[in-house]
């Protein structure tokens, strides 16, 4: 097998191939290397001959098998070796999670019986587990990406056919709702019943922190006063920024990116001979523990807080299960704070999203009771100007008023 060469050649289809001669049978054996034939040759051949290259390594080291008999385990260590390991930590988890699943579910001995049916079967027992769809859409996603991978490196034939689920009409974007300033000051008054005395203040400290910064969970825990490799506070210019680290950021590179003007008042309250290590640190609950608390326990103690605090961001009415108040959805709450404040753009690199898709779907235009809100106040205070039919139905527009407040009022 180490007198294998591997050469690339041009047969004329849509890709280029690449063949072989097997040194024990006398035959040649040819596959495409995927890489399409273009108006750009010289590019085309340079990328063929570096796929050509693994392909003859493989052979080599007899790695290489028929994609028919590449084993589900097989294909999970070469792409937790090859893949995983250039992605960002978070992803890496996901998709360990996403294969963790389908071994679960499907026990997989080949990878090739990952058809389109099993796959369908894979994602109907996730919704029966009770996963939400955006879990389920997760998952799926990292199983499309890893089996096309498999294809593009000769592992698997053909990638197999998968139906992303579809949101129900009329079903809800957000798993909560942004809570009111009321129902944040609840929360701190049920700290010390939930945590204790002791580490009440800490807790506090931390509530705060993310009702002002927009943090997701997993950030606020990574967010450290003095190390490039974290999250990090820049406090060296004129405004207060955070720098966050290629491993960290969803888009795979360094950012230095602003903040909220209340969030750096909130940070320069800290002495600056105390600003070293993170940011926030909530102790622990059981006063014996002397590790930092993680981002799943440090969630399921604000969701205790949100549900001793009595307030719900969600029933469902098909099983009547209630959800409280969550990490998440004080970072809802700053995002549609700052949607009345800002342009799009503007609040999309605040929250820190990836498109400005995301940003539209959630937050710019979402809150009907807040427009009305406007209206009503641009009506009431137009004394000049663009008044025409007004004066002759305001006593039916006063009338209309009184009954919304009515059904207001408790």
């Not at 750009?40 to 001959?49: E, H, L, N, R, S």
């Not at 034939?157 to 709702?177: F, L, N, Q, Y």
Request: aromatic content about 6%; some cysteine.
């Amino acid at each position: 097998m180490h007198d294998i060469k591997v050469h690339v050649v041009d047969y004329g289809r849509k890709c280029l191939y690449m063949r072989y001669t097997d040194p024990i049978t006398g035959k040649q054996k040819a596959r495409s290397t995927g890489v399409p034939r273009t108006r750009q040759p010289k590019a085309d051949m340079t990328a063929a001959v570096r796929v050509a290259a693994k392909w003859e390594h493989d052979l080599r080291e007899g790695r290489f098998k028929t994609p028919s008999k590449i084993t589900w385990i097989e294909f999970r260590h070469r792409y937790e070796d090859e893949v995983l390991p250039g992605l960002a930590k978070n992803t890496g988890s996901k998709a360990s999670a996403t294969f963790n699943a389908v071994e679960r579910i499907l026990s997989p001995e080949k990878l090739a019986s990952l058809t389109a049916g099993r796959i369908s079967h894979f994602q109907s027992r996730l919704r029966d587990d009770g996963l939400a769809e955006s879990s389920i859409a997760s998952h799926l996603r990292h199983l499309k990406a890893a089996v096309r991978w498999a294809n593009r490196v000769g592992l698997l034939t053909e990638v197999p056919k998968i139906d992303m689920p579809r949101r129900a009409k009329g079903s809800r974007k957000m798993k909560g709702r942004p809570i009111t300033g009321e129902e944040f000051d609840r929360l701190l008054e049920k700290v010390p019943e939930v945590v204790g005395e002791a580490a009440a203040e800490s807790w506090r400290h931390y509530l705060r922190g993310l009702w002002w910064s927009g943090l997701r969970l997993r950030e606020s825990l990574e967010l450290w006063w003095d190390r490039d490799d974290k999250l990090r506070v820049d406090l060296t210019g004129k405004y207060a920024m955070l720098h966050i680290p290629a491993e960290l950021e969803k888009g795979h590179q360094d950012r230095l990116l602003p903040i909220a003007p209340e969030f750096a008042e909130f940070l320069m309250a800290t002495p600056e001979d105390e600003r070293h290590g993170p940011v926030f640190a909530p102790r622990p609950i059981r006063p014996e523990r002397s590790r930092r608390l993680g981002a799943r326990q440090v969630g399921a103690i604000v969701s205790k807080i949100g549900r001793a605090a009595g307030v719900k961001v969600h029933t469902d009415l098909s099983t009547g299960k209630v959800k409280h108040a969550t990490a998440h959805d004080l970072r809802r709450s700053f995002g549609e704070r700052w949607a009345t404040r800002v342009m799009p753009q503007t609040l999309m690199e605040l929250m820190r999203h990836e498109s400005i898709e995301t940003t539209l779907k959630y937050y710019v235009g979402r809150n009907a009771a807040t427009t009305a809100a406007v209206l009503y106040a641009a009506v009431s205070g137009n004394t000049s100007g663009n008044t025409s039919g007004l004066a002759d139905q305001g006593s039916d527009f006063a009338r209309l008023h009184e009954v919304a407040r009515k059904d207001r009022s408790p």
